[in-house]
Structures are given as structure tokens and as C-alpha cells.
């Protein structure tokens, strides 16, 4: 049967203050009052119904998670001891998975995403599913057609096309992030995807590459699946790496018997990763500056100002460019729309000098 994961851990700090600890960007009702989680569980209506619908995420986070997705059973909502970083948001469903459906298909998306139109992502979606079972050795992934030689992001580069399943193609490489003029070059190359960062794959098929290749890793999280009350022993002990490091590159090397392929995402796509991300949400006035909540800009141009206050304080702004001002209750936030990026640096020296309190 076909399954869904939605991941939703970390806590967002590159949108500090408005999410904390307490509340992860992932929560914030960013978009026409829903969260970016609520917004990836909708887009799987009429894909997976909700009682095969996983959310992993903070174990300190469960009871937000389950006020914004109520429809979806507490027992699909899986709850990290400690961020241990993608491969394991990841294999840990799988293994779980595997143990309730030896044949479970299984699809993994982010929770901060933000995807139009909504139809195009779900036939792409059961293009995904489909290319993972009829093919037990494929590990798929989601490569959304660039429409901008995006720096930010990684790429996937595109081989051959897979016989008799159009817009499905094998994956030559992953590549990092490029520089302004590669990737340039793979646009006007039309081989590259961005890599979106979204899978589909046999539970079991990703599993034993798992095991080929992180065989320690395996061997805990079957363990958790058969022990789910070793969760807090187990779990804060797993490597901490990334699934594209731990398992998609090694397998498009050829380091263990799979392979990988890529479905086209021809879609409007974005990823909330920082305040850049999130003026683009915003409507903007004459002067190029996106606002919410009480303030006035004058003489100043491409801001992005953000009024949290809820107290009535007012953010005044004169001859002002190019700046992120964000207020809330506790904290006020002030840099250079150009050095958002380092919000999370900021965050880390604020949690050092001050502890917790702030992050």
C-alpha cells in the first residue's frame, strides 16, 4: 500500500523570532492563516488517505502538530527525542513502515514547502509512486523543472529517460550548490532539476541500502520498529547526516545495488528557509516593501517588515533600504535583508549569552 511522511522537525531558526523552540516555522501560520505543514497535508488529498498519513517531528512538538492536523491518527504522529537530521526523520518511518506493511510504498515530503498548482504535484506524486513499484531496486526522487538559475539550491543532473514512463529519468549525479555562472549553465543545459529534497521508494528497498551503507544505522531503527519503547535510548545515539549524503549520493555513485530516478516537477515551487523566502509571501507597496502587521516606511524601499508586537507598538521606518525589521512580544529583530541567511548564527550566540530563554 502506498504511505505518506510528511517531515516536520527542526525548529526554523533561520525565521527567528517568529519561530522558537515553542514553535517551529513549520506551525506559524504563514499563508492565508494555515501553517506550511497544514498546506503539505492537504496537497495529499485524493493521493493517501489520512490513516496512512505519517508525521515525524519534535517529541516536544506533538501536541501543536496534532491541534494543526487533527484528521490524522496520534499513532502517525512520531515524535524525535532530538533532531537528528534527515536520514533518520526518514529511516525510522521506513522501518516502522516496513514492520506494519512488508510491501509499504512510501513518499517523503517537507513541511515548509509551498507547491501550485496542487494537481500537477499530485500526478507527479503517483508518477513517483508508481516508477518505485514497478521497479524494486529504484530510489525516486522529485526534481522541479528550474525556472531561474537558482544559486541556493541544489541539482540533480538528468540521464536517460526511463523506457515507457514519460517525465521518469535516471539520475546521473547530485550536485551542490553552484555558483551564479554553473548555474547558469544548467539551466541553458536544460539536464538539471533542482533538487527538491522529496522521495519515494519501497520501505524495504530503502532499507537495504540503508543497510549496504549505514548497516549500524539499519540495525537501530529496525530495532526501534520492533521496540518502540527504546525510542529515548536509541534514537539520540543514530548518526546524524543527511539522506542525501547518507544514501542518495552513494546510490547514483553505484556504491550499493540501487539506483536513483528522478520524476519532473514542472511546478511552482519555493522553499521557506529564511526571510527572503518569506517577502516573496507578502504583498509588496509602490516602494518594494512587504509589510504585516502596524508601520510606516517612509523613504525607504525593499524592506521587509514584520509587526508582531500585539500590543499596539508600531514600527516607524525612515530612509531605511534593504532591511528585515521583525517584532514580537519578547524580541526584535533588525539586519540587512542580504545577511538573513545568518540568522542562525545570531541565534546561536543569542542561546550562548543569554541560554535558552531567547532561542
Same mark, same amino acid.
Given at each position: 500500500m502506498r504511505y505518506a511522511v510528511i517531515m516536520a522537525g527542526g525548529s526554523g531558526t533561520r525565521l527567528w523570532p517568529l519561530s522558537r523552540k515553542g514553535m517551529p516555522k513549520q506551525l506559524l501560520p504563514l499563508v492565508d492563516g494555515k501553517s506550511t505543514l497544514r498546506l503539505a497535508y492537504e496537497r495529499l488529498a485524493g493521493v493517501v488517505p489520512d490513516e496512512r498519513i505519517l508525521v515525524c517531528t519534535g517529541a516536544a512538538h506533538l501536541d501543536l502538530?496534532?491541534?494543526?492536523?487533527?484528521?490524522?491518527?496520534?499513532?502517525?504522529?512520531? *515524535?524525535?527525542?532530538? %533532531?537528528?537530521?534527515?536520514?533518520?526523520a526518514i529511516a525510522w518511518p521506513a522501518a516502522l513502515l516496513a514492520e506494519r506493511d512488508p510491501d509499504a510504498v512510501m513518499t517523503v515530503l517537507s513541511s515548509d514547502h509551498l507547491i501550485s498548482p496542487v494537481a500537477r504535484f499530485a500526478d507527479a506524486l503517483q508518477d513517483g509512486f508508481a516508477a518505485a513499484e514497478s521497479d524494486p531496486g529504484a530510489l525516486v526522487t522529485f526534481g522541479v523543472v528550474p525556472t531561474s538559475p537558482h544559486t541556493g539550491l541544489g541539482y540533480l543532473e538528468r540521464g536517460a529517460e526511463v523506457a515507457g514512463r514519460s517525465g521518469v529519468c535516471r539520475v546521473e549525479a547530485f550536485v551542490e550548490k553552484p555558483d551564479r555562472e554553473t548555474a547558469e549553465g544548467y539551466?541553458?543545459?536544460?539536464?538539471?532539476?533542482?533538487?527538491?529534497?522529496?522521495?519515494?521508494?519501497?520501505?524495504?528497498t530503502f532499507l537495504d541500502q540503508l543497510r549496504q551503507l549505514l548497516p549500524d544505522t #539499519?540495525?537501530?531503527?529496525?530495532?526501534?520498529?520492533?521496540?518502540?519503547?527504546?525510542?529515548?535510548?536509541?534514537?539520540?545515539?543514530?548518526? +546524524?547526516?543527511?539522506?542525501?549524503?547518507?544514501?542518495?549520493?552513494?546510490?547514483?555513485?553505484g556504491r550499493a545495488t540501487g #539506483?536513483?530516478?528522478?520524476? *519532473?516537477?514542472?511546478?511552482?515551487?519555493?522553499?521557506?528557509g529564511g526571510f527572503a523566502a518569506l517577502a516573496d509571501l507578502l504583498p509588496r507597496d509602490e516602494s518594494g516593501n512587504a509589510t504585516e502587521g502596524p508601520s510606516v516606511l517612509h523613504l525607504s524601499k525593499d524592506n521587509l517588515v514584520i509587526n508582531k508586537s500585539g500590543d499596539g507598538r508600531l514600527?516607524?521606518?525612515?530612509?531605511?533600504? %534593504?532591511?528585515?525589521?521583525?517584532?514580537?512580544?519578547?524580541?526584535?529583530?533588525?539586519?540587512?535583508?542580504?545577511?538573513?541567511?545568518?540568522? +542562525?548564527?545570531?541565534?546561536?550566540?543569542?542561546?550562548?549569552?543569554?541560554?535558552?530563554?531567547?532561542a
Open positions: 502538530v496534532a491541534a494543526d492536523v487533527p484528521e490524522l491518527d496520534p499513532a502517525n504522529l512520531l *515524535g524525535e527525542p532530538e %533532531g537528528r537530521d534527515s536520514l533518520n539551466l541553458a543545459s536544460g539536464r538539471y532539476w533542482w533538487n527538491s529534497g522529496m522521495f519515494a521508494w519501497r520501505a524495504e #539499519h540495525a537501530q531503527v529496525r530495532e526501534l520498529a520492533a521496540h518502540p519503547d527504546r525510542l529515548a535510548g536509541i534514537y539520540p545515539r543514530l548518526t +546524524k547526516i543527511s539522506v542525501d549524503y547518507a544514501i542518495m549520493e552513494p546510490v547514483s555513485q #539506483h536513483v530516478l528522478a520524476v *519532473g516537477l514542472p511546478i511552482d515551487w519555493q522553499d521557506i514600527v516607524a521606518m525612515v530612509g531605511i533600504s %534593504g532591511t528585515v525589521v521583525v517584532q514580537t512580544p519578547e524580541i526584535t529583530l533588525v539586519c540587512p535583508l542580504a545577511e538573513a541567511g545568518r540568522v +542562525k548564527e545570531l541565534v546561536a550566540e543569542v542561546a550562548a549569552r543569554l541560554g535558552p530563554d531567547y
